[in-house]
């Protein structure tokens, strides 16, 4: 087995998924001819263990689609027509640099904002890939906060910025409480472990509003009401002080904060609870019960936890919870949320805070069409858009204003992409991107505890390139000479990691070549227990009950702004977990709810990732056409039957899908997931266009989960 | 829907795809294992393991391997205890007329 790149014979290319997804799988690319054949699991990776998913399996589809970009372009239709020339890459690049130079002179360079997000995830081509060009060209800081963003801030504040548990000790758990991530289609690989954790005892719970897949496998799934986990776990808090089922030795060594807690959650009766979450309280007493007496006991939180107004709140108490039964003892305990912060990513040389001009002004994406239409009052607006790695029309919530902003005929935008996205549809100037066949990078895992090499196995198609040559283009036409727009793929794979930090230690960029990927120098999963006598990253190096970092007020983790530290939300915030509870619901909003009843959830597809792999046919063969979940009581309500067209629609907008009559979720519950393309909806428009652009309560979180809509039958023209 | 065993795998039965599987939903017949095409999550670990290459995928299946496609769907709706992992669930020990009609192997 080769790990290099040939030509003329058959080889296999050790590689690693980009796509955002817990699992960051190893790959083997089989080349024959100078073209990919095969992509296979590495059968040797201890955590992937030769799997990929419905997604990557077929790889080869996307890669090889006909559909793909792969020469730059101009358009020549009116905005949105898709109507598009072929240009060389000069042209682009003198035409975008022309742009951004005569923009930027005229209204300032805060008229230009970037936007993306991990479209590929590796260190190189990923979340960072564009930060030092526009802190450069001093264009506005775009904030993107889409996953986990309210979740780090809470898990932060509570027990620092540690990998917690690593899920290959979950085999070690006796009690596995998976919160609002379905396992099975969104971390496929952490599933064995658990299953073996189970064969030797374990007990696996699911709180998730939806019977999912995961919940379906599950010893006992707990349907909560969207929008209401903080309140669950805080009454287990209740309970566990209330009865004693408290580890009083780890308390008092390794947490601050008891008594103000007790205090606390003394006001959160199961009886309250179950008032808001809809589980009855001897369910609530019996969880807690259980999940205290199993040790070592482990929660997995899945993305979908922040997503409600209390968001934070919620990983805030979740957070708290092992801390106060002593799951920390063992491997196996504690909480698994995104062992990400085990890995010595060397972020500064990726995003370059430094070059960023102190005070420029910070615009969440999720505002992005409140921005782009003038709604948000901004001097100067926004004149112009670079889009990278990341498809908004489909992703970013509040669609309609979107799609309205992108529509402006002043607005000069720039998209890179592998596919004419619904984004792309909208660009004055389309670039070529290549998939991950075609890049070298390098990777963390935000699921496991590896460290993967993505060598590149073939040659770039047509004259697609990797973002960061893209960018080291872009920056040579604007005239940028620093040092960090002269960097080469290898030379920014040396900076990637810190590589003399512990976690590093036996790792080369080498052997990583070689290998494909390698373990972090920590112990061993069955030995893994990094709390087991505190050190947590926190000011205390403790559990913080009583959050000190609570103190500086509301903000959003650097990482996921561009390194800027600016304009942070700042807001007040309670030391102690509390609860919030959900904006949009029919107990917190009787008057919205009375028009718009029924909560509307909208989770990851099986066969898509985000809006990736939406436009390819054998994943839409998988995912079949876009629905929505109804419980059959709301359906009789509204004579709806499986298969007719309904429309869903709040104030903010409205999409048209099929129903299906389904008992897996609750009365009041409606789901819809997300993925499908907007050109491809009857409706031209996706459940993106209902959800709102409200910030949860920490790190400006998303509130997906927290929206009402009504749900009617169409009336087909 | 999801992979589907189909007749190579009559009287083999060498199970290593119960082993790949992620989420055991590959149970065991008399003569042939079934896959559970409301459990399978399309993750295609089970069909590079199978040594008789009895495993396709719906979305590529050959036009012959239709009626095992089928026999799958009817095999668990016909028998309801196989489901929730095959490993608590055992050898259901029957099989769906497609297979339980096949010629035996020389």
């Known amino acids: 087995m080769t790990a290099s790149l040939e030509k003329t014979s058959s080889a296999t290319v050790r590689g690693a998924c980009p796509q955002d997804c817990p699992d960051t799988c190893a790959m083997m690319v089989t080349v024959r001819d100078g073209k990919a054949v095969e992509v296979a699991g590495d059968p040797d990776h201890p955590f992937t263990r030769g799997g990929l998913c419905v997604k990557v399996d077929n790889y080869l589809d996307r890669v090889y689609s006909t559909d793909r970009v792969l020469f730059p372009l101009r358009r020549t239709g009116p905005k949105g027509s898709g109507k598009f020339e072929r240009i060389t890459w000069d042209e682009a690049l003198d035409e975008i640099a022309a742009r951004f130079t005569e923009i930027s002179a005229q209204d300032g360079p805060e008229a230009i904002m970037p936007c993306s997000y991990l479209g590929t995830q590796g260190i190189l081509n990923g979340l960072n890939v564009g930060d030092p060009f526009f802190a450069k060209l001093g264009a506005t800081i775009a904030e993107r906060t889409y996953c986990d963003s309210g979740s780090c801030t809470a898990y932060a504040m509570t027990i620092g910025d540690t990998a917690g548990v690593d899920p290959e000790s979950m085999v070690h758990s006796n009690y596995i409480l998976i919160w609002a991530c379905n396992v099975?289609?969104?971390?496929?690989?952490?599933?064995?472990?658990?299953?073996?954790?189970?064969?030797?005892?374990?007990?696996?719970?699911?709180?998730?509003?939806?019977?999912?897949?995961?919940?379906?496998?599950?010893?006992?799934?707990?349907?909560?009401?969207?929008?209401?986990?903080?309140?669950?776990?805080?009454?287990?808090?209740?309970?566990?002080?209330?009865?004693?089922?408290?580890?009083?030795?780890?308390?008092?060594?390794?947490?601050?904060?008891?008594?103000?807690?007790?205090?606390?959650?003394?006001?959160?009766?199961p009886e309250w609870a179950a008032e808001e979450t809809g589980i009855p309280a001897e369910e609530i007493e019996r969880l807690a019960r259980e999940y205290a007496g199993a040790q070592p006991s482990v929660i997995r939180i899945g993305v979908a936890v922040e997503r409600h107004a209390g968001g934070g709140q919620t990983v805030r108490a979740l957070s708290c919870l092992p801390g106060l039964v002593g799951a920390w003892r063992k491997p196996g305990g504690g909480i698994l949320q995104l062992p990400l912060w085990a890995f010595p990513v060397n972020w500064g040389a990726m995003m370059r805070p430094d070059m960023l001009t102190p005070g420029k002004r910070v615009v969440n994406q999720f505002l992005l069409g409140e921005a782009l239409t003038g709604e948000m009052e901004l001097d100067p607006p926004i004149n112009a858009l670079m889009v990278y790695n990341s498809n908004p029309v489909v992703v970013c919530p509040d669609q309609d204003k979107l799609v309205r902003g992108l529509s402006r005929d002043d607005l000069f935008t720039v998209v890179s992409e592998q596919f004419l996205t619904d984004t792309a549809q909208f660009a004055d100037i389309v670039l070529p991107a290549t998939t991950q066949l075609e890049q070298a990078d390098i990777m963390f895992s935000w699921g496991h505890l590896y460290v993967s090499y993505n060598n590149p196995s073939i040659e770039p198609l047509g004259e697609a390139v990797p973002n960061t040559e893209l960018f080291r283009r872009l920056a040579a036409r604007m005239g940028f000479t620093d040092p960090v727009f002269q960097r080469t793929d290898d030379e920014m794979i040396a900076e990637a990691f810190d590589w003399t930090a512990p976690a590093m230690q036996g790792i080369t960029v080498e052997s990583l070549k070689a290998k494909g990927w390698q373990r972090l120098n920590v112990p061993p999963p069955d030995a893994y227990a990094p709390h087991a006598e505190g050190g947590?990253?926190?000011?205390?190096?403790?559990?913080?009950?009583?959050?000190?970092?609570?103190?500086?007020?509301?903000?959003?983790?650097?990482?996921?702004?561009?390194?800027?530290?600016?304009?942070?939300?700042?807001?007040?915030?309670?030391?102690?977990?509390?609860?919030?509870?959900?904006?949009?619901?029919?107990?917190?909003?009787?008057?919205?709810?009375?028009?718009?009843?029924?909560?509307?959830?909208?989770?990851?597809?099986?066969?898509?990732?985000?809006?990736?792999?939406?436009?390819l046919e054998v994943h839409r063969k998988v995912q079949k056409d876009p629905t929505v979940l109804i419980n059959p009581i709301d359906a009789e309500e509204r004579d709806i039957t499986s298969g007719q067209r309904v429309r869903l629609f709040n104030d903010r907008g409205s999409f048209t899908v099929a129903a299906k009559v389904d008992k897996s979720v609750l009365p009041g519950v409606v789901v819809s997931s997300l993925g499908g393309w907007r050109k491809d909806s009857p409706s031209l428009s996706t459940l993106a266009s209902v959800n709102p652009t409200t910030f949860a309560d920490l790190g400006n979180a998303p509130t997906f989960s927290d929206t009402l809509v009504q749900v009617e039958p169409c009336v087909d023209a | 829907m999801a992979y589907v065993v189909t007749d190579a795998c009559i009287d083999i039965l060498d199970q290593s795809c119960m082993?790949?599987?992620?989420?055991?939903?590959?149970?065991?017949?008399?003569?042939?294992?079934?896959?559970?095409?409301?459990?399978?999550?399309?993750?295609?670990?089970?069909?590079?393991?199978?040594?008789?290459?009895?495993?396709?995928?719906?979305?590529?299946?050959?036009?012959?391997?239709?009626?095992?496609?089928d026999a799958a769907v009817e095999f668990f709706e016909e028998h309801e205890q196989a489901s929730g992992g095959a490993a608590e669930c055992g050898p259901v020990g029957i099989d769906h007329p497609v297979v339980t009609q096949a010629g035996g192997r020389a």
């Not at chain 2, 409301?38 to 590529?60: F, L, Q, R, T």
């Open chain 1, 184 to 269: 099975m289609s969104t971390n496929l690989h952490l599933w064995p472990f658990i299953a073996e954790a189970r064969k030797r005892g374990a007990k696996v719970v699911v709180v998730d509003p939806v019977k999912t897949r995961t919940a379906k496998a599950a010893d006992w799934h707990l349907p909560i009401k969207p929008g209401t986990d903080t309140a669950l776990a805080l009454a287990m808090m209740h309970v566990i002080i209330r009865d004693g089922l408290t580890d009083d030795d780890y308390i008092a060594r390794y947490t601050v904060g008891f008594d103000e807690l007790a205090d606390r959650v003394a006001q959160y009766p």
């Open chain 1, 536 to 615: 947590f990253p926190t000011a205390s190096g403790k559990v913080e009950f009583v959050s000190s970092a609570a103190a500086g007020g509301n903000f959003v983790v650097p990482l996921f702004r561009q390194g800027s530290n600016d304009f942070q939300p700042g807001d007040p915030v309670d030391p102690l977990p509390h609860y919030i509870p959900p904006r949009e619901s029919v107990r917190t909003n009787p008057e919205l709810a009375a028009k718009y009843p029924l909560n509307l959830l909208t989770p990851k597809s099986h066969a898509y990732l985000n809006s990736s792999f939406g436009n």
């Open chain 2, 19 to 69: 082993e790949e599987c992620p989420v055991d939903c590959i149970y065991q017949g008399d003569r042939m294992m079934y896959i559970h095409p409301d459990e399978c999550v399309d993750c295609g670990k089970c069909m590079p393991a199978c040594p008789s290459d009895a495993i396709h995928w719906e979305h590529k299946l050959p036009a012959d391997a239709v009626p095992f496609r």
